[in-house]
């Protein structure tokens, strides 16, 4: 059965376009919509979110994943389950956030402030493990790379910030975590969007920021940070959100003037095939120009989306439509229209197992445990003697297991006829293959345990 892909898609409730007739209602919500047809899928109520403010946690194990969406202008977080339409939990926050986001493992929460402050908690406690002024202006974006290893952070300060999350966590430094692990501070306009590459890691990579000083620049994640690129839209262009492909292979560009732009990130060499990367001078070069349009829409761009094929491009903007585009051609394919204010969230992800208009399971799925999030940080022994949820369910290769254990019943009740028919010198045999079979069951059970107990360490560290 081949796969769903849904859009994932929320809007702020201020500055959208007046409702349209017969088009979205004036009720904010979190949408979920099939990518293949546009149809409706699922609406979380109510919810009205800033930019990058809104995040996942996966379905995983058998555990129910969850939606975290900062509310505007609100010191509080909402979370939605898959399985059910309605609020699943409100989260209390130390102060209003400006941005929000949970690392790719579901370990770890980071928001930002409009004081330059940023929170790091981790999920399954609550607990908040880091809590430091990152900037001197607001924090506008939060981005976690692929490992979970490192935290960049960008402002309107036009700095951009990474941190190394063990050291964010390591309670034995206090005070030495504020310090960044490197600073991508070329940019002399606040930042507007970041995007970092598939590959990254804490052994390094590539990350893009974009500014409204109209540039778009291209970073090495490996000390000493270098910039690899730096460029140059057309003068009246601002950047607004940035979506890099998984092969790193384009940069697509949304721009405050309706263009979206494209940046191919290599380049033909020689005059018979061959490639080579695209690539400036460094700090000081001259800029390569990104003047070339390749789409154009009605309204400001305000977030961007690439399917997990990457043959569609998805254009949210500030009027609350969701343009779908066809790749390479760019050729339009379809308009969403459910939102009546800017888009602040788009993404596209593979149907959860356990959304709630799944088919009907025997066994459903248990959402994941969320406690509060503390807003001030505990002292290393009340952090110590913190609990964790942790889910437990039966593997689904449990039944071997059992099988193996009723064995040794059973073998002695065979062994017992086979003594009665074949006499005494078949027990012998059987005697062996019990032990044997005994023996078998203890290293089973042994990694077992082993695996068990690496899986409650992993969970806990």
């Known amino acids: 059965m081949a796969t769903q892909e849904l859009v994932l ?4 409730s201020s500055g959208g376009s007046a409702s349209r007739s017969g088009g979205p209602t004036s009720t904010p919500a979190i949408h979920l919509h099939d990518l293949a047809t546009s149809s409706h899928v699922q609406a ?24 975290w969406a900062v509310q505007e202008g ?85 700095s951009v910030h990474v941190f190394v999350v063990a050291h964010l966590l390591d309670s034995d430094t206090p005070g030495t975590y504020s310090q960044p692990y490197g600073t991508l501070g070329d940019h002399t306009l606040g930042i507007t969007a970041v995007a970092v590459g598939k590959t990254a890691n804490a052994n390094g990579g590539r990350c893009w920021t974009a500014a409204e000083d ?22 009246a262009a ?81 009027n609350g439509d969701i343009h779908i585009h066809s790749l390479p051609s760019h050729q339009q394919l379809r308009t969403i229209t459910a939102h009546s ?53 039966p593997s689904i290769n449990s039944g071997r297991l059992d099988k193996l254990r009723r064995a040794t019943p059973q073998i002695h009740i065979a062994s017992g006829r086979q003594e009665m028919s074949n006499g005494e010198d078949n027990s012998a045999a059987l005697s062996q293959e019990v032990r044997e079979l005994r023996s078998a069951l203890d290293r089973a059970v042994k990694l077992n345990e082993k695996m068990w107990n690496g899986v409650v360490d992993l969970h806990l560290a």
């Not at 690439?306 to 569609?312: A, I, R, V």
């Not at 503390?374 to 110590?384: C, E, G, M, V, Y």
């Open 9 to 12: 898609s929320a809007s702020s």
């Open 44 to 67: 979380f109520k109510t919810s009205s979110n800033g930019p990058n403010s809104l995040a996942t946690v996966r379905s995983h194990n058998g555990v129910g994943g969850t939606v």
């Open 74 to 158: 609100k010191a509080i977080a909402g979370v939605w389950a898959w399985q059910k339409d309605q609020q699943h939990m409100k989260l209390h926050l130390p102060e209003r956030l400006t941005c929000f986001t949970i690392s790719p493992n579901g370990l770890w929460a980071a928001g930002g402030s409009p004081n330059g402050q940023v929170y790091l908690w981790e999920i399954a406690s609550g607990a908040l493990q880091a809590s430091w002024t990152a900037h001197y202006r607001t924090v506008n974006s939060l981005t976690f790379t692929p490992d979970s290893a490192l935290l960049i952070s960008a402002s309107t300060d036009a």
């Open 214 to 235: 109209g540039t778009v620049k291209m970073w090495s994640l490996s000390p000493p940070f270098d910039l690899l690129a730096t460029f140059s839209l057309p003068s």
């Open 238 to 318: 601002k950047a607004s959100s940035l979506v890099v492909d998984s092969a790193e292979r384009f940069v697509y560009v949304g721009s405050n003037e309706g263009n979206v732009y494209l940046i191919p990130l290599f380049k033909r060499k020689g005059a018979v095939g061959g490639a080579e990367a695209v690539e400036g001078e460094g700090l000081g070069a001259a800029a390569i120009k990104a003047d070339l349009a390749c789409l154009t829409v009605d309204s400001p761009v305000t977030s961007l989306a690439l399917s997990h094929g990457e043959s569609q491009l998805l254009v949210g903007t500030r």
């Open 341 to 393: 204010g800017p888009i602040t969230h788009l993404s596209t992800l593979i149907k959860p197992a356990d959304l709630s208009n799944s088919a009907t399971r025997n066994d459903p799925w248990p959402v994941m445990e969320i406690r509060n999030l503390d807003r001030t940080r505990t002292s290393a022994s009340t952090k110590h003697a913190q609990t964790v949820g942790i889910s437990l369910r």
